[in-house]
């Protein structure tokens, strides 16, 4: 079946770095990948859809400048949390697909611990 | 705008009995619904889908899947639950390419 790489899997890092996400679709191409936040014990929240050669597409709510999106390929979306602060500190996964009657595959998500 | 509802938090199960979890959605079009398992600190496995067709969908790991429209529901089913069931579900409807998903239900199994 399709597979989703996401890394790293686990990041801590001090108060004010920023930190980048990547999500590979590793046998298919993905004009689109999204981005979800995950708070403990609770459901997925999408933050953002990522779209090849164009600008991402942000859910309300979400700071396009605290969480940067790149698409440059039709394999690679990467997500950049820029000056991240302890409440930044989330799991964060990717996905891809989802066009037509394919599902969208996830990726194994990234812990992001910011102290 | 759709919705999904997950009513249950949490079911516990005893390894071999039958399990149900329940799914309502929200949606005015012809619904895309996925069911989706999460173990603890990992990504989401696609368990099934339903996109048209006959009613009654077989996903992996001996689960399955109702479709019924009157109810405006798609419920899990596995006839037999193994401890390596326990984990988080999420059910999901698809509107504009965008998933959305319910709260969850978190599968505990006795022994």
């Known amino acids: 079946g399709a597979v989703v790489s996401q890394h790293p899997s686990w990041v801590i890092c001090k108060s004010g770095t920023s930190v980048k996400i990547e999500c590979r679709s590793l046998?298919?191409?993905?004009?689109?990948m999204f981005w979800y936040r995950q708070f403990p014990k609770q459901s997925l929240m999408l933050m953002a859809t990522?779209?090849?050669?164009?600008?991402?597409?942000?859910e309300q709510g979400v700071e396009k400048d605290k969480f940067l999106i790149n698409h440059a390929s039709l394999t690679l979306s990467t997500l950049t949390v820029t000056s991240a602060h302890p409440e930044d500190s989330s799991f964060y996964i990717c996905?891809?697909?989802?066009?037509?009657?394919?599902?969208?595959?996830f990726g194994d998500g990234t812990r992001l611990s910011i102290l | 705008a759709q919705s999904v509802t997950q009513p249950d938090i949490h079911i516990t199960v005893s390894e071999g009995a039958s399990l149900e979890l329940r799914c309502n959605y929200s949606?005015?079009?012809?619904?895309?619904l996925f069911w989706y398992v999460q173990s603890p600190g990992q990504g989401l496995q696609l368990l099934l889908k339903y996109f048209s067709g006959d009613t009654l969908v077989q996903g992996i790991k001996g689960f399955e899947a109702e479709f019924k429209r009157s109810q405006s529901s798609f419920n899990l089913r596995k006839p037999s639950v193994h401890w390596s069931d326990a984990a988080e579900y999420f059910c999901?409807?698809?509107?504009?390419?965008?998933?959305?998903f319910g709260t969850g239900t978190r599968l505990l199994v006795s022994p």
């Open positions: 996905s891809a697909g989802g066009e037509g009657d394919q599902p969208q595959h």
């Open positions: 999901a409807v698809r509107g504009f390419q965008k998933l959305v």
């Open positions: 046998d298919f191409q993905a004009t689109t």
């Open positions: 990522s779209n090849e050669g164009s600008k991402a597409t942000y």
């Open positions: 949606y005015g079009a012809t619904p895309y």
